[in-house]
């Protein structure tokens, strides 16, 4: 197959993100050459330890399964994820709150990164035109010609000259394409890499031995307790992978539990109804090095016109609201809708690119990193659940008016973030003022209460912050097929 005459592409990365880039570019007709750092885990399964330890599960939402849907790969991907309908939240006493995500038929679903990588990578495979590297790990970056150089094992330095092309940095957190970018002389990169207090270790709740779920599988299960948390998302075989977040250092943290006897009090005393649950928590706790949180910002994301950010090496953000993933996958689809509308000229997409998508990245970035205080405190806090159960009664009614922002970020995949995190501030404005409503408690049902919220909505909202929070296209859909999932196991 010939480019013609269209640029060379080289994507530094096949991850989720790079892997999907791959197969949207490789279909407008560009050849890419996809690398890789990690050998294939595909040929036996084995290698899929490679994701193991530390992969929190992956929470597909719309903004996913638009980005796949765009490739036809949503289907294939549908019929291996578990959709969650809602927070299980487990009480310290054992008892269950179940906290709908949204509507009846809305849910998250959660996925395997290595499942969906893998299906991602053979598919970008398929395509005419794409080339995959595994065990190719980007060394050297010359951004004036373009010039690459990887390490190979058995090959030692192995240059690949991409002089006429583009190059895509989709090599995650610490990415290597970035790290050259900032050693560039007389480039101004406006760069941050923050550490969370937090970090994480995986758990395991393994299948009950005639395969079924020892919990509600339909749900992402959370135990809230302030500081930290423990959370399980569902897997096809029956079991649930689990991720302890806590504070690496101070009173109670990962380095505070450095005994068995701790760690097993600890586990007993907060995780009453898991720990008989979890495959050998007080020794995996012990045997695993806690994994770190961290958010990124670059500015900018396009450096010399020839070398572009995407993914995680762009925004690398905490997982605390599913959308890592989700907003990579965007990236993607925004890339090639804006390769279409600017007829494959480079020097204008990619400074459109990066316009479309920084804000939006800044945006769920503080999002996500809000989001924990949201999972691990207030889930279990009467008063913010009081607050949600109102915002659903509201735009129920309103559904004009008022998309609560959950709902916006995860279930309105054509809404911007940046607009969700704006019309979210004037929601808590006005939700702060319907909260000090005396005896709201008790009178929540009341008309007057909801009198209020659609005056103060009225009042604040403007019908430009408003614009597409309500349009879904992904609708009928993944949730759809949803309530068929529903109907089938009725
Ligand atoms: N569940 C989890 O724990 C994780 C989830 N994700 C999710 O996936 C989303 C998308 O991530 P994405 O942007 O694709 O990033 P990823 O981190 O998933 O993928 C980047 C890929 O690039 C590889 N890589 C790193 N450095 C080099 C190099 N110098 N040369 C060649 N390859 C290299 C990485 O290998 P290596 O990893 O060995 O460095 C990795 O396979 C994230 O937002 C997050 O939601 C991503 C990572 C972990
Ligand atoms: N996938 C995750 C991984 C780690 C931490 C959270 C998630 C979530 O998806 C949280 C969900 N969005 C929530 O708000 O309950």
């Known amino acids: 197959m010939t480019n013609q005459g269209k640029e060379d592409i080289a994507i530094v990365g096949a991850g989720p993100v790079g892997a999907l880039l791959a197969v949207m570019l490789a279909r407008k007709g560009y050849k890419v050459d996809l690398f890789e750092s990690r050998p294939d885990s595909r040929p036996d399964a084995s290698a899929r330890a490679l994701y193991q330890g530390k992969s929190i599960n992956l929470a597909l939402s719309d903004r996913g399964w638009l980005a796949l849907k765009a490739i036809g790969l949503d289907e294939e991907i549908r019929a291996q994820a578990i959709p969650m309908t809602c927070r299980m939240i487990h009480a310290i006493d054992g008892s269950l709150a179940r906290q709908p995500y949204g509507r009846e038929n809305q849910a998250i679903w959660s996925v395997s990164r290595a499942g969906i990588n893998e299906q991602l990578i053979t598919l970008a495979e398929q395509q005419a035109g794409v080339e995959v590297h595994f065990e190719h790990k980007l ?187 989700n907003c990579g996958f965007e990236d993607c689809r925004v890339l090639s809708e804006l390769v279409e509308q600017h007829q494959h000229h480079w020097p204008d997409i990619l400074p459109a690119y990066q316009q479309a998508r920084k804000e939006n990245c800044d945006a769920i970035i503080e999002l996500a990193k809000r989001n924990f205080v949201e999972m691990s405190d207030l889930a279990g806090d009467a008063r913010f659940l009081l607050r949600k159960k109102i915002e659903a009664k509201f735009s129920e009614m309103h559904p004009e008016l008022w998309i609560p922002l959950y709902s916006m970020v995860t279930f309105s995949p054509e809404l911007p973030y940046a607009q969700a995190l704006a019309v979210g501030e004037v929601q808590k404005e006005i939700m702060d003022e319907v909260m000090n409503l005396p005896d709201i408690e008790q009178n929540w049902q009341a008309d007057c209460t909801y009198r209020l919220l659609y005056q103060l909505a009225q009042e604040k909202l403007t019908p430009n912050t408003l614009a597409k929070t309500v349009s879904n296209p992904l609708s009928p859909g993944p949730l759809n097929s949803l309530s068929q999932q529903k109907e089938v196991k009725a």
Not at 201 to 210: F, G, M, N, V
């Open 139 to 325: 060394t050297g970056l010359d951004f004036n010609s373009g010039s690459c150089a990887f390490d190979a094992p058995g090959k030692g330095q192995e240059r690949v000259d991409c002089r006429r092309g583009l190059i895509f940095g989709a090599d995650g957190t610490f990415s290597k394409v970035r790290r050259l970018a900032q050693e560039l002389p007389g480039q101004r990169i406006s760069y941050s890499l923050d550490y969370m207090p937090q970090s994480y270790i995986e758990l395991t709740i393994p299948a009950s031995s005639d395969g079924s779920f020892l919990m509600e599988k339909n749900a992402l299960h959370i135990w809230p307790r302030k500081n930290f948390m423990l959370i399980a998302l569902p897997n096809p075989d029956g079991s649930f992978t689990c991720t302890l977040f806590m504070d690496l250092q101070g009173a109670l943290s990962f380095e505070s539990l450095d005994d068995e006897h701790k760690v097993s009090d600890f586990f007993r005393k907060y995780f009453p109804d898991a720990m008989p649950l979890l495959t050998d928590p007080v020794a995996t706790f012990m045997a695993k090095a806690p994994s770190p949180l961290c958010l990124v910002h670059i500015d900018p994301w396009v450096i010399q016109e020839k070398v572009a950010l995407i993914g995680d090496a762009a925004h690398a953000m905490v997982p605390f609201y599913g959308q890592g993933m």
